[in-house]
């Protein structure tokens, strides 16, 4: 991509990364490549607010694992919070996540496919050069995800399946209160717990043939998928 796709004088860019080193890095190397933009910087989801707030950019880079405020840890939800009301209040904001959490993004599959903003995804490991190409890809307004398998395999999970992985493994609790929880009944709890499987090809065949429960297969299935943290 031509770097005067937007023109110098109007490009605004938002970068979101906790660590110094990292943000410094990233800021730099779009400085070097957009030497005329308005670069800004966040280190938590707070900041990153105030900064939209107070000018809206034409691209927001944002990593996914954030704390809030400068005195709590880094947490990826944390970062998918933040995310997730960008889709929603910007919804024409161009958005490139580098992360190397990127997988969690299937999360947001749903909200990411009614953007309307350039979305693109940058793996931490990537050289800056691919950086840049994937970065500029965003400002043209394109949608580049491929990197999160998941997604691209075309998994589909809806909000109740995912609520109930996290009651269950980041919270341990059982389906009568998971039920309680979410309002619903048991039964319906017990669905949900079938449909995830489904959709993350688990049978009661694998329990056979791993040796495992198949709560226990589903719990590190959806680890590898990043459903969960």
Sequence with gaps: MSNDAIA?????????????????GTVGALQAAYPDATLRRAQTTTAAREQLTAAEPNLAVVDLSLPKTPDDTSQVDNGLELLRSLLQDFPQLNLAVQSTYVKVLVRLKHEIDAHQGGFTVIDKSLSKDDMLLRIGWALQGLTHTKDIRAMQAGLEVKPEWLDVLTFAFQEGLQDKAIAARMHVSERLVRHYWTKLQDALDIYPEDSKKDGKNLRIITEIRAREEGLIN
């Design 8 to 24: 110098p004088t109007t490009l605004d860019i938002l970068v979101v990364d906790d660590h110094e080193m990292m943000l410094d």
